[in-house]
Each structure stands twice: as C-alpha cells, then as structure tokens.
C-alpha cells in the first residue's frame, strides 16, 4: 500500500498533478478542496453561516461525500461543475477554516485512504490526515502564474471572468488559507518542495512517479 500526500497553495497545480499520478499508478485520487468546495456549496443552499453552530453541526451530521468514477457525490448527486465557480471558492475557504467541518472532513479523508493506495491533495494533507504518508509534497507556484492558469481554466469552461480578480481572490485566499488558526497551510518537515513556476506538470508527474516506483 503506498499513501501519496500533496500540498500546497491553491492553482499550483496539485489537482493536474495528481489525477496523472493516479492514472500511471493506477490508484485512487482524493480531492480534499472539492469536499470543502461540496460542503461550502451546501451550506450555502441551506442558508448556513458559518457562526451557527447548531445548524452545522446538524448539517455535517446528515451530509455524505464520497467519490465515485472521478465524479464527487455531494447527498448522492454529482456537484462536480457546480463546485468549481469563484464563489464556491470563496465559500469553501470560509467554510475550511471552522474546526467542526475540518473535524469532519478530515475523518471522512482518513477513513477513505484506510484501506487503499491512494493520492490525496490538499493543505493539510501531509501535516494533519495522512502524517504517515509514504510520499509526500509540496506543491507551489508563483501567484501570477497560478493566477493565469485559473484563468484560462475558466475561460475555457465558457466562464466570464477577469484576470484582476482572479488573482485578488488567490492573494485573498493564500492569506485566509495560511492565516486561519485552524491548521494553516503549511509545508511539513519532510515534504519535498516542488515549485512549478519553474517545472512542467509533467516533469513533477514524472518525479513522484519515479519516486513511487522505488517503494512500490
Ligand atoms: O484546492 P481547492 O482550491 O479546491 O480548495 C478549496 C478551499 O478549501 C481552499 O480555500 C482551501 C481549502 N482546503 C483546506 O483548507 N484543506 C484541504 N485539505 C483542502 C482544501
């Protein structure tokens, strides 16, 4: 069984990253931003705030999220586009820094790399939910670069959107995400650094695969 942790800020690309590793490998990959990004997104629905403790505690109870197939399962429905727009951004980097949804979220996370191999990405992956990990990373780039590569990503998707802003609300959430009391994002002692303002994707791929290879 091999467990492979990746950090790091958000658009570094972790997520590209670490899909093609799991594909290579033939492993499972975990998305932890897309389960903040699913609970952002319903505590939204609901008209939750975050400082209605009450009614989280009530909504984490009666919420699932699970991954089948590549798609994310949020109650048993597919949010995959629905997750991915700058307000659930926003949504999910408020809703991660509460105890009570990182408590939950960080169970759930452990319980699905208990049994498999698996690549997990997120902030606190290598820190916090998977200590343990055979491998892990930190993954990071320059905030121009991973500004301009949301870019393209959602203009692509047909989204209108501008540069300006998406770069505000990546300055915004790297300090949210780095700040917060509640386990900032912070590379772990024994994570290797891997900055791929100056790597292609494929190149840090290649790296953790051949890393991989010598423990498999
Ligand atoms: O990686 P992403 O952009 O989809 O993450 C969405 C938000 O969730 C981001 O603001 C950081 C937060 N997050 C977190 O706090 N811990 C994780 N393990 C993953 C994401």
């Known amino acids: 069984m091999i467990r492979i942790a990746i950090d790091g800020p958000s658009g570094a690309g972790k997520s590209t990253v670490a899909k093609a590793v799991a594909g290579r490998l033939g492993i499972d990959y975990i998305d932890t931003g897309a389960m903040y990004r699913a609970l952002g997104y319903k505590m939204k629905l609901k008209g939750v705030e975050p400082v209605e403790d009450e009614r989280l505690a009530e909504l984490l109870e009666s919420t699932d999220i699970d991954f089948r197939a590549g798609d994310i399962y949020l109650d048993g429905e597919i949010v995959n586009d ?48 998977l200590p343990d990990a055979e491998l892990k990373y930190f993954i990071t780039a320059s905030a121009e670069e991973r500004a301009s590569r949301r870019y393209k990503e959602l203009m692509e998707k047909g989204q209108d959107v501008s540069y300006d802003s998406i770069l505000s609300d990546i300055i915004e959430r790297d300090h949210n995400d780095s700040t917060r009391e509640v386990t900032p994002l912070r590379q772990a002692d024994d994570a290797v650094l891997l900055d791929t303002t100056l790597m292609t994707a494929e190149e840090v791929v290649n790296r953790i695969c051949t890393d991989a290879g010598k423990m498999l």
């Open 82 to 129: 629905k997750i991915r727009t700058p307000e659930m951004s926003m949504a999910a980097s408020a809703c991660s820094a509460l105890a009570m949804v990182r408590r939950k979220l960080v169970e759930l996370q452990q319980n699905m790399a208990a049994s498999k191999s698996v690549i997990m990405d997120g902030r606190d992956i290598g820190t916090v939910v």
